[in-house]
């Protein structure tokens, strides 16, 4: 398998990823070990869904693979799940460059 499970709670697939995938179905309240620390997951969090690991403000990159997939459109805190709500995607838009710009 690609990538390190941190604390059997979520799948991180690049150094650089600022999100990690859920591996199960998880509780708010678990934990995810995190560059030593721990984040603490705010809500509960469906399998494969994403969890932010640092703080994320609008226009932030959020990364996964080691690529951008998308931003934020609105403030992120660790343990926040990371979806259409809080992310809209770069990826297949016709109206915007590879790294994000409007074209």
């Known amino acids: 398998m690609k990538g390190t499970v941190l604390g059997d709670a979520g799948l991180h697939m690049a150094a650089q990823d600022n999100v990690v995938t859920a591996i199960d179905d998880l509780d708010a309240g678990a934990g995810i070990p995190y560059d030593d ?8 969090i469906p399998f494969g869904h994403k969890v932010a690991l640092v ?23 660790p343990g926040e799940w990371v979806h259409t709500h809080n992310c809209e995607s770069r990826r297949g838009r016709g109206d ?7 074209a």
């Open 96 to 102: 915007r460059t590879a790294d994000g710009e409007v």
């Open 37 to 44: 620390r721990t984040v603490e997951l705010v809500e509960a």
């Open 55 to 77: 703080p994320l403000e609008p226009g932030d990159a959020v990364v996964k693979y080691g690529e951008t997939i998308g931003e934020a459109v609105e403030p992120i805190a």
